[in-house]
Every structure is written in structure tokens, then in C-alpha cells.
């Protein structure tokens, strides 16, 4: 996905309110919105608004000499989404479809966005982001139905993504923010239930950026019981492939399947040369509009990269099982 002019207000957003996690005093404050304008003016629209995220947290981490500014955020996101696994699973437990109630859940998990906290102060999703993250968990259990309902179903493309579940021997998930981990245990373990041979891969970043996940997050979160975790090789907030490792590549180029979390990894990879089914929210307007769904819905979107080199997205057609 490309960068469009209404990017840029969320860029400087995010940007003040990194610096102010970082503990910075006005001034650098100031200095950093500064920067930003500067490398702005030489920014192409046509880059995808991971690649300015990049630069955004890279230069409040330089200014600041906060390395991981949102280390304690990340803690307490797992921790709480930890202590909420019983619950989560409790909901799977209870659904007539357990794979269809996993993937909406891990979709529901992506509303812990820091990232976008400050883009959306309307609305349903708005309220529950501007709660905290204690909130915002509990929420996603309490008001489930509303939350994770799905709408169009032309963007909850759900046969295409359990037909191809149940052919694909090697799955590579791309993980998105922390506490959203605990969620994502819950659908490798479903996709685990279907057959315990396949192997999957569960790939974070490389460096903190945002409240993405690490490493150490998948471990935390018991991510590393059921799949290989691995590394992207990048600190983008999302997958930007010239930068990733030799080795992620690899994977991502052999993988059966690919599922990837966070509007970070649409954005980065909405026009990838290969299939990839995208689970998200749509909590930004902008992507909204690009994908054409309703902002606050959740979204499973099956990319399709054609023989021809034409991408595709499917409707939700019928596929056998």
C-alpha cells in the first residue's frame, strides 16, 4: 500500500507521542517533529507508510536514547493477555466452528495497536483504545460479538483460508504486537488440532519498534511450543522484504501459506508477489478506504499474486473443504 497525503498528520502524531513514552522534554520533542518535516519533504508517496514508521522510531530512539521506549507498555500487554488465555480459549471451546472462532479472535487481539492509538478517537473502536490496555483485553472478550462479528463478507474471506489451512504443510504467521501473541497462540493451537504435522513458523521483529513483538515476546507468550520462532531480520513496523534476512526469506518464499497479522504487514506487503491471507482490523480510516471495508471491521483478506503477475483479492466464494 502506498502512502497517501492523509499519512502524514498520523506520521507527526505518532511521532509526539513516541517521544513523550520516551520521557522527552518539549524541546526534543520539538526537535523531533523538526526532523520529521525534514525527511517528509523527501519522502515518496509511493513508499509504504511502514517504511516512514521506520524512520519515525528509529530517530525518536537516536534523539531520545530510549532504545525500547515501549518496553513496560509490552509487558504489561502480555502479562494481562497471559492472564486472560483461560478465557480466550473458554470462547473456542464453547463455538460449533473452533477455527472460525480462533481466527475472529486473533483478529480481535490486533486492536492493541499503539501505533494507531491516536488515529481514531470515535466510535466503538476508539472508545476501547483510548481505555488502556487492561480495558481494551477485556473488552474484546466482553463485547465479542460486537467486536468481532464479521461484516462484507467479501473481506472475511474464511472457506479460502481453512481450504488452504488444511492443504499447506508449511505455514509461516507473521506476528504483529505484543499481547496480540496470546491470541495468536490460541489459533496456532487450533491450526495444531487440524494436524499436529504441520509445521509453522512464527516470525517477529529483529530490534524493538513500537510494541511489536520480539522474540522474546513468542516465549513469553508460549508461542514457542507449538511453532519455530523466528526472526524477520527487521525493525520495521511491518514487512518491508529488502530488509529482512536472507533466512526469513527463504521461508516466506517456500511457505505453503502465509498469514499475516497488523495493518503494518498489509501495508507492506498488500502487493506482494505470492498468496497471503491478511488478519486485521481496519482501526485507520486511510487503510479502510484502500481495502473498501468499514473502518472498525475486521478483516481476513485473501491476497492472490496471479501467474501474470496480477494481483487479485477474492471474494468470499464457496471452496470446498
Known amino acids: 500500500m502506498r502512502t497517501y497525503l492523509d499519512c ?3 506520521f507527526f502524531k505518532q511521532a509526539l507521542e513516541a517521544a513523550r513514552i520516551a520521557g522527552a522534554d518539549e524541546r526534543t520533542q520539538r526537535k523531533i517533529l523538526n526532523e520529521l518535516s525534514e525527511k517528509l519533504s523527501s ?3 509511493s513508499s509504504s507508510p511502514p517504511q516512514m514508521g521506520r524512520i ?20 504489561k ?35 492493541i495497536d499503539y501505533g494507531v492509538k491516536n488515529s481514531l478517537n470515535t466510535g466503538f473502536v476508539g472508545r476501547i483504545l483510548s481505555n488502556g490496555v487492561d480495558a481494551e483485553l477485556e473488552k474484546i472478550l466482553d463485547e465479542e460479538n460486537e467486536i468481532v462479528k464479521p461484516g462484507d463478507e467479501r473481506f472475511f474471506n474464511y472457506s479460502e483460508f481453512k481450504h488452504t489451512l488444511r ?36 516470525a517477529v521483529k529483529e530490534k524493538p519498534i513500537i510494541n511489536d513483538a520480539l522474540a522474546e ?17 527487521s525493525d520495521a513496523p511491518g514487512t518491508i522484504l529488502s530488509l529482512c534476512s536472507k533466512k526469513f526469506l527463504a521461508i516466506y518464499k517456500k511457505a505453503d501459506m502465509v498469514i499475516s497479522k497488523g495493518q503494518g504487514n498489509f501495508e507492506s ?7 497471503i491471507f491478511f488478519l486485521f482490523m481496519a482501526k485507520c480510516y486511510v ?26 483479492v477474492t471474494a468470499n466464494s464457496a471452496v470446498a473443504d
Open 56 to 75: 519515525i522510531y528509529g530517530m525518536v530512539k537516536d534523539i531520545t536514547g530510549k532504545y525500547d521506549p515501549y518496553a513496560k507498555i509490552k509487558k
Open 8 to 10: 502524514i498528520p498520523c
Open 287 to 312: 487503510i479502510a478506504n484502500d481495502v473498501g471495508c468499514s473502518l472498525g471491521e475486521i478483516v481476513l483478506l485473501f491476497h492472490q499474486y496471479a501467474a501474470n503477475g496480477m494481483n487479485t
Open 77 to 111: 500487554s502480555n502479562d494481562t493477555a497471559l492472564r486472560m488465555y483461560p478465557k480466550i480459549k473458554k470462547r473456542v471451546d464453547m463455538s460449533s466452528d473452533r477455527l472460525l472462532a480462533a481466527v475472529k479472535l486473533a483478529i480481535a487481539g490486533n486492536i
Open 167 to 202: 492443504k499447506s504443510d508449511t505455514i509461516l504467521y507473521l506476528a504483529d504486537n505484543t499481547g496480540e501473541t496470546v491470541f495468536d497462540r490460541v489459533l496456532i493451537e487450533e491450526i495444531k488440532n487440524i494436524d499436529k504435522s504441520k509445521k509453522i513458523f512464527y
Open 269 to 275: 506487503l498488500s502487493s506482494a508477489e505470492r498468496d
Open 217 to 233: 515476546d513468542a516465549y513469553a507468550c508460549g508461542i514457542d511450543k507449538l511453532a519455530e520462532v523466528i526472526s524477520s531480520g
Open 43 to 45: 519522502f515518496s508517496l
